[in-house]
């Protein structure tokens, strides 16, 4: 097990240009999340996938971003025409899924983006 | 939007002294989980409590939960400095996909 896996770590961009973020969830979890968390705050849910199908999208996640989990493994979240307000930490996490599965979320390290 | 709220928002304790933190939420909930963050990094799962668990511990942690108070409360005991950190309790609830709800988080300072 090796862990939740993020990249890149740091990011940081000019406003208006489109960025990509990477998670791998520990294999065999079928739900993955993505949350933002901003300086001094609690991390905000932004949307979830059960394997590769998107259940639930947050209002905070506007048209400009856009999140896949192509064949129910890694998920991509992207941003495009970035913004100053986009600056935070954008975090990944994993659970097994399943009725019967354990409800606990395995966080990865996070992707810190900085729109400059 | 957050969940709840978390109290005391900040604390500074000696090392050896025990550190008590409060979350209240708003809604129905199936679990509530207490996660822990050192300076910019990932959270750390602590431990879970279920709705229908009074009290849970785990090494030198104790959560309590009361769901008539919507309210839950973690207890670290003989702190550490290792135990600086942000910590936040979520909630959650399977007909809404287990997404976690943070509070706000509780930043702990243990002085050695």
């Known amino acids: 097990d090796t862990g939740v896996s993020q990249n890149p770590r740091h990011k940081i961009t000019k406003r208006g240009q489109n960025v990509t973020f990477r998670c791998d969830p520990i294999?065999?979890?079928?739900?993955l999340y993505w949350y933002r968390q901003t300086l001094g705050q609690g991390p905000e849910f932004l949307t979830y996938?059960?394997?590769?199908?998107?259940?639930?999208k947050s209002r905070l996640l506007s048209d400009r971003f856009s999140a896949e989990r192509p064949k129910g493994s890694f998920s991509t979240l992207e941003i495009q025409r970035t913004e100053q307000g986009d600056s935070a930490m954008y975090l990944c996490?994993?659970?097994?899924?399943?009725?019967?599965?354990?409800?606990?979320?395995?966080f990865g390290p996070g992707t810190r983006l900085t729109v400059l | 939007s957050q969940q709840g709220e978390e109290d005391p928002q900040a604390l500074s304790i000696q090392e050896g002294e025990n550190a008590t933190m409060n979350c209240s939420y708003k809604?129905?909930?199936?679990?509530l989980q207490w996660y822990r963050q050192n300076s910019g990094r990932g959270l750390v799962h602590l431990i879970l409590?279920?709705?229908?668990?009074r009290e849970k511990h785990s090494g030198r942690l104790r959560v309590t939960l009361d769901t008539s108070k919507k309210s839950s409360s973690l207890l670290i005991t003989a702190s550490r400095a290792a135990d600086t950190a942000s910590y936040f309790c979520?909630?959650?609830?399977?007909?809404?996909?287990?997404?976690?709800?943070f509070g706000g988080g509780t930043r702990v300072l243990v002085k050695p």
């Open positions: 409590i279920r709705s229908n668990e």
């Open positions: 294999s065999e979890h079928n739900r």
């Open positions: 996938f059960q394997n590769e199908a998107q259940l639930e």
């Open positions: 996490a994993s659970s097994p899924g399943g009725l019967a599965a354990s409800d606990t979320q395995y």
């Open positions: 979520a909630t959650a609830l399977r007909a809404a996909g287990n997404k976690l709800t």
């Open positions: 809604t129905s909930i199936n679990n």
